[in-house]
């Protein structure tokens, strides 16, 4: 049975509305003692097979993917118009670090029969269109802004598939991402400490 803190952590994160419209995992729906997630494949009533992926881990999948994607599209935009030297080199890493990340989890979720986003969410919607308008350094400020709360966002999700996750791969998947995630974030919050204005509520 998946905590209470755990599934509210996934609805504030906002990249996997459906997840928080699923009843409470507290209370056991009806015919199931156990109080497993809809979805989950069990071995007996109400008992999840071993390794199989439950509500939870595919909540996991759909809000990575999300998150991935945003990532790739927002360095895009970087590397056409980030403002200084930095923005454009992490914004290839990204690309890169990103897009083999989504490729691996496409490979997953394929294999699991989890279907994947074709789009972003609202919130990262909000935010293309917000560094689509930018420009010079305000570009670079709201570009590396995005990127520090993304990474924290990032690294919550993938430590608690770590902890709460029931499938094998899709947890070694979140181990393997999570050290490049941090290093993402110690980039980003050094590349912010250089920006002239703005930089300080960067760091915080």
């Given at each position: 049975?998946?905590?209470?803190?755990?599934?509210?952590?996934?609805?504030?994160?906002?990249?996997?509305?459906?997840?928080?419209?699923?009843?409470?995992?507290?209370?056991p729906?009806?015919?199931?003692p156990?109080?497993?997630?809809?979805?989950?494949?069990?071995?007996?009533?109400?008992?999840?097979?071993?390794?199989?992926?439950?509500?939870?881990d595919?909540?996991?999948?759909?809000?990575?993917?999300?998150?991935?994607?945003?990532?790739?599209?927002?360095?895009?935009?970087?590397?056409?118009?980030?403002?200084?030297?930095?923005?454009?080199?992490?914004?290839?890493?990204?690309?890169?670090d990103?897009?083999?990340?989504?490729?691996?989890?496409?490979?997953?979720a394929?294999?699991?029969?989890?279907?994947?986003?074709?789009?972003?969410?609202?919130?990262?919607?909000?935010?293309?269109?917000?560094?689509?308008?930018?420009?010079?350094?305000?570009?670079?400020?709201?570009?590396?802004?995005?990127?520090?709360?993304?990474?924290?966002?990032?690294?919550?999700?993938?430590?608690?598939?770590?902890g709460?996750?029931?499938?094998?791969?899709?947890?070694k998947?979140?181990?393997?991402?999570?050290?490049?995630?941090?290093?993402?974030?110690?980039?980003?919050?050094?590349?912010?400490?250089?920006?002239?204005?703005?930089?300080?509520?960067?760091?915080?």
């Amino acid at each position: 049975m998946i905590p209470r803190s755990a599934v509210l952590l996934i609805a504030l994160m906002l990249v996997a509305p459906a997840f928080g419209q699923q009843t409470n995992p507290a209370s056991p729906a009806p015919g199931n003692p156990a109080g497993t997630l809809p979805g989950t494949k069990d071995s007996a009533p109400g008992v999840p097979a071993p390794g199989q992926t439950n509500q939870a881990d595919r909540a996991f999948v759909q809000a990575a993917a999300i998150g991935g994607l945003a990532e790739v599209e927002a360095a895009k935009l970087a590397t056409q118009k980030g403002a200084k030297r930095e923005i454009k080199e992490f914004a290839q890493r990204m690309i890169h670090d990103h897009g083999a990340a989504i490729d691996r989890l496409s490979m997953l979720a394929k294999a699991e029969g989890i279907q994947l986003p074709d789009g972003l969410d609202d919130e990262h919607s909000a935010m293309r269109d917000q560094l689509e308008q930018a420009t010079g350094m305000q570009f670079d400020r709201t570009y590396i802004h995005g990127q520090i709360v993304d990474h924290q966002k990032t690294a919550q999700l993938l430590e608690y598939e770590i902890g709460s996750g029931d499938n094998a791969e899709l947890k070694k998947f979140a181990s393997d991402i999570l050290p490049t995630v941090f290093d993402h974030l110690r980039m980003a919050q050094s590349i912010a400490a250089e920006i002239p204005i703005g930089a300080e509520a960067l760091r915080k």
